[in-house]
């Protein structure tokens, strides 16, 4: 089991600057990956970033890349993801998602292949 604790969320102005981060816990896996999805109201989840487990690989959504960055700290135990630029149609609750063992391009963009979810931290972006 996998536990995922996300934190970090709350009201911007548009052009600011958020971190989310995303503590895991329990299971602890070499392979794999730390994904962040959101979920606007009245909209279907979607992919924001995600990263692999052992190489570090990075993808982006493309609404997002060269505004947000993921990365993981050297204990692989916190994932974070820096959001800059911030407009309001990144609102959304965003979730920390973690699949333990091998995965690939593009199944890392797909949120049925995770296996664990956080709770969600909420990002308001104000006009």
């Known amino acids: 089991q996998v536990h995922l604790v996300e934190s970090g969320g709350g009201l911007v102005q548009a052009g600011g600057s958020l971190r989310l981060s995303c503590a895991a816990s329990?299971?602890?896996?070499?392979?794999?990956?730390l994904g962040w999805f959101r979920q606007a109201p009245g909209k279907e989840r979607e992919f924001v970033a995600a990263?692999?487990?052992?190489?570090?690989?990075?993808y982006y959504a493309d609404s997002v890349k060269d505004r947000f960055t993921i990365s993981r700290d050297n204990a692989k135990t916190t994932v974070y993801l820096q959001m800059n630029i911030l407009k309001p149609e990144d609102t959304a609750v965003y979730y920390c998602?973690?699949?333990?063992?091998?995965?690939?391009?593009?199944?890392?963009?797909?949120?049925?292949?995770?296996?664990?979810w956080g709770q969600g931290t909420q990002v308001t972006v104000a006009s």
């Open positions: 990263i692999t487990w052992r190489g570090g690989s990075t």
């Open positions: 329990g299971r602890t896996f070499s392979t794999g990956a």
């Open positions: 998602a973690a699949k333990p063992g091998p995965i690939s391009y593009p199944a890392i963009l797909r949120g049925y292949v995770y296996n664990y």
